[in-house]
């Protein structure tokens, strides 16, 4: 693929020692780069019953096909391993500068097995890979460490570094893999893996040039793109009237969208303008999933939330890779009380969600002062807010006691009790120690699984399926479970997959209440969504230009381009049910039985909520997934992919490469 | 005398994508230069220290044809 490096570095700590391999060209044409070839990789080279955190397990870092060729927006590097969280496959994503600097070194993705007997970090550049000591730097938090490794790797092109924080390196099952100081690969424990490893850091300073079969197509396609978003304005101060048009949403039927949308809002306000609309809509889960907008102070708290505070706070816009658009930023949060702590990444508004309303915590500081802990001890915002959410209402329902908490009053809003929780999950300090693995682990030991929210072993993402059902299709049928990165009605609607996948049915507008049936429709609306997400993640790009839809964001015209080929959308959606069957057969490999994963009783709607939005709303999301699966040519019962399909897709044959 | 030519940023299409940043083979380049606005705060592309080896390599990469190499006018 001309766009690719052609090449993988493989790494065995174990052994100390660094190989090169080079990758078919069919490889790449059957499943691109990025979690494909990720997925390619870890099937073949995992055994069945690989401990997760044992030498057996590989992690994978590998960038996009797409990454470092002009193309826009494709510049995020996906973390691949066998998850500890849920003993399936495990995943991750992030953006930063990190996934050209994985090509820059010369290689598409590094996979890395074996364990060091003491901590150690990986340096590549032009000259090759060296694995070096790391026992100064362990102990730092991801922010420090990554300070120090780049000072001391200094003299020339500035190194981009992937390093773990206290919670990686405390093996805690909810800790991701951080660069750019604090932003986080967050899900699945890949942070738990790499610090089974003892490998503190991944530090890169290469200089090659990265491919590309026509740079002028694709600059040209770029800088279209740019010159929409760059025209992008709206006027000042509309933050505070979003949640206004929240209450409207929740009322809005499924539709077709323009996808410029969401770019108009993350462009002025980043991810945190969805936090007023999440909340007054129903899509944003309240009081640890258990309660509606009707059920509680919603606007009191989406304005605790207003993104307007945010733009008020933010110093610089911060961009990631190749991306015009800019959600990010960095905050001046010297006027709240955080700590020693003076600056903070924008918080995702995942991590508000998370820590804000699920834990009816209307501190606006609070949020802030959270989201800089967790990002520099590297761990998962949203597993950690839902397993505080689901420590506070065991607490508040006398099934935790003020003695196993250790002293801590876990009450709905005491957000200093929330913080001094995290501290002790990031240090397994104490009744933290029970909480630093995630709320499944935690609810088996303490009782309250009613009240443990999970999807086969993951935190869910802050959307509530009652909101959207399709989301709960792919919260249960994606084999990494949890995710709310793969599919919803919202960005089904804003896409227009239909036009470049012949099979793909239009969106049309119709009642949320005809998302909750398992129809024919539906099983080829979340095969189409799951497929056309394999694909932009094989590329290297982001959620936010898949949200922009197929007309604003020109995935197939930019892989064409880039890569000399001259194929059409039906081709690509086809690479992208590949790279989701061989995940799911990774799962069947390793007994993760896909069957057994389902959506907590709550996020079904059983009970059924009985005011606001998704007043009785009860999802049918089993039957849905099975219909799921048989669109995509696996059992509809067992969830595995069938042996015909595996092989019209020609997996046999790529496993033998 | 040799003339080097250096880059010369033209900052009105520029997206502050940082292609040209990672694209610079010394790391001459950073975004630091914050933007005059106010209103999108971003942060710019600029030479911020003396290693530009003159390959023109950011230019080359730029897809908003935001950056020239020049030699540098020192009146």
């Known amino acids: 693929m001309k766009s690719c490096m052609g090449k993988i570095l493989k790494v065995d700590l174990t052994s100390g020692t660094t190989t090169i391999e080079n990758i078919p060209d069919e490889v790449y044409e059957a499943v691109l780069s990025g979690k494909g070839l990720g997925a390619w990789y870890l099937y073949k080279n995992i055994p069945a019953g690989a401990d997760p955190l044992g030498p057996e397990n590989i992690l994978g870092f590998c960038s996009g096909a797409l990454t470092g060729t002009g193309t826009f927006m494709a510049g995020r590097f996906t973390v691949v391993c066998k998850s500890p969280l849920t003993g399936g496959w495990g995943d991750a994503n992030c953006g930063g500068v990190f996934s050209p600097a994985i090509k820059q070194c010369g290689y598409d993705a590094i996979f890395i097995s074996g364990i060091s007997e003491k901590p150690?970090?990986?340096?590549?550049?032009?000259?090759?890979?060296?694995?070096?000591?790391?026992?100064?730097?362990?102990?730092?938090?991801?922010?420090?460490?990554?300070?120090?490794?780049?000072?001391?790797?200094?003299?020339?092109?500035?190194?981009?570094?992937?390093?773990?924080?206290?919670?990686?390196?405390?093996?805690?099952?909810?800790?991701?893999?951080?660069?750019?100081?604090?932003?986080?690969?967050?899900?699945?424990?890949?942070?738990?893996?790499?610090?089974?490893?003892?490998?503190?850091?991944?530090?890169?300073?290469?200089?090659?040039?990265?491919?590309c079969a026509d740079p002028e197509a694709v600059k040209a396609l770029s800088k279209e793109l740019g010159r929409k978003i760059n025209k992008i304005k709206i006027p000042k101060g509309l933050g505070g009237a979003i949640w206004a048009a929240g209450i409207g949403m929740g009322k809005m039927p499924s539709m077709p969208l323009d996808g410029s949308m969401t770019t108009i809002l993350f462009r002025e306000w980043g991810?945190?303008?969805?936090?007023?609309?999440?909340?007054?809509?129903?899509?944003?889960?309240?009081?640890?999933?258990?309660?509606?907008?009707?059920?509680?102070?919603?606007?009191?708290?989406?304005?605790?939330?207003?993104?307007?505070?945010?733009?008020?706070?933010?110093?610089?816009?911060?961009?990631?890779?190749?991306?015009?658009?800019?959600?990010?930023?960095?905050?001046?949060?010297?006027?709240?009380?955080?700590?020693?702590?003076?600056e903070t990444h924008k918080p995702e508004y995942e991590t508000i969600q998370a820590f804000g309303p699920l834990c009816v915590n209307d501190d606006f500081g609070s949020v802030l002062y959270m989201n800089e802990i967790l990002n520099?001890?590297?761990?998962?915002?949203?597993?950690?807010?839902?397993?505080?959410?689901?420590?506070?209402?065991?607490?508040?329902?006398?099934?935790?006691?003020?003695?196993?908490?250790?002293?801590?009053?876990?009450?709905?809003?005491?957000?200093?009790?929330?913080?001094?929780?995290?501290?002790?999950?990031?240090?397994?300090?104490?009744?933290?120690?029970?909480?630093?693995?995630?709320?499944?682990?935690?609810?088996?030991?303490?009782?309250?699984?009613?009240?443990?929210?999970?999807v086969g072993g993951q935190e869910p993402g802050?959307?509530?399926?009652?909101?959207?059902?399709?989301?709960?299709?792919?919260?249960?049928?994606?084999?990494?479970?949890?995710?709310?990165?793969?599919?919803?009605?919202?960005?089904?609607?804003a896409m227009s997959i239909c036009d470049i996948c012949s099979w793909a049915p239009p969106a049309t507008i119709h009642s949320k209440k005809n998302d909750i049936e398992a129809t024919e429709e539906m099983a080829l609306i979340s095969k189409a969504n799951a497929c056309y997400s394999m694909l932009m993640d094989g590329i290297g790009s982001c959620y936010y230009a898949e949200m922009m839809g197929v007309h604003m964001y020109k995935a197939i015209e930019y892989i064409n381009a880039a890569a000399g080929w001259e194929y059409d959308g039906d081709h690509y959606m086809e690479i992208g049910a590949r790279i989701q069957t061989i995940r799911q057969m990774f799962n069947v490999k390793h007994g993760y039985e896909p069957s057994e994963v389902k959506l907590p009783e709550r996020m079904q709607g059983k009970p059924p909520l009985k005011n606001g939005p998704l007043k009785g709303v009860t999802l049918k999301t089993d039957e849905q997934v099975a219909m799921h699966w048989k669109a995509f040519g696996w059992d509809e019962k067992s969830g595995h992919p069938l042996p015909e399909t595996i092989e019209e897709l020609g997996i046999n044959r790529l496993m033998e490469m | 005398m040799a003339f080097k030519k250096t880059p010369d940023f033209h900052y009105e299409n520029c997206v502050s994508c940082s292609i040209c940043v990672q694209a610079c083979p010394v790391g001459a380049l950073d975004l630091t230069r914050p933007g005059k606005s106010g209103r999108y705060r971003n942060l710019f592309p600029q030479l911020v220290n003396d290693r530009c080896i003159s390959c023109g390599l950011c230019a080359k990469s730029c897809p908003m044809e935001c950056i020239l190499m020049v030699i540098p006018y020192e009146g």
Not at chain 1, 171 to 191: D, M, P, T
Not at chain 1, 276 to 302: C, F
Not at chain 1, 328 to 338: K, V
């Open chain 1, 271 to 342: 991810t945190p303008s969805n936090t007023p609309l999440a909340i007054t809509s129903g899509d944003g889960p309240l009081k640890n999933w258990g309660a509606g907008p009707g059920e509680m102070h919603g606007i009191r708290h989406a304005m605790a939330f207003n993104p307007e505070k945010i733009n008020k706070i933010e110093e610089a816009k911060y961009h990631c890779y190749s991306c015009p658009l800019g959600c990010g930023g960095r905050l001046d949060i010297s006027g709240f009380e955080c700590g020693d702590y003076y």
């Open chain 1, 376 to 454: 520099r001890a590297g761990m998962d915002t949203i597993s950690a807010g839902n397993t505080v959410a689901w420590a506070i209402e065991c607490y508040e329902n006398g099934i935790l006691t003020k003695e196993q908490t250790d002293g801590l009053e876990l009450k709905w809003g005491n957000y200093e009790a929330e913080i001094e929780l995290i501290r002790k999950m990031i240090e397994r300090d104490g009744f933290g120690n029970d909480l630093a693995d995630g709320v499944k682990r935690a609810s088996e030991k303490y009782g309250g699984k009613e009240y443990a929210m999970h």
């Open chain 1, 462 to 493: 802050m959307h509530d399926t009652r909101n959207d059902p399709q989301l709960g299709i792919h919260m249960v049928a994606e084999p990494a479970p949890g995710k709310h990165t793969i599919g919803m009605a919202i960005q089904y609607g």
């Open chain 1, 120 to 211: 150690v970090y990986l340096y590549c550049n032009n000259k090759g890979a060296e694995i070096r000591d790391a026992s100064e730097y362990w102990g730092l938090d991801a922010v420090e460490a990554e300070n120090k490794l780049i000072e001391e790797n200094s003299g020339g092109k500035i190194p981009r570094v992937a390093v773990i924080g206290r919670a990686g390196e405390n093996l805690s099952l909810i800790s991701g893999i951080c660069n750019e100081e604090g932003r986080i690969a967050a899900r699945s424990g890949v942070g738990a893996v790499m610090g089974s490893k003892k490998l503190k850091a991944v530090v890169l300073a290469g200089s090659r040039p990265i491919p």
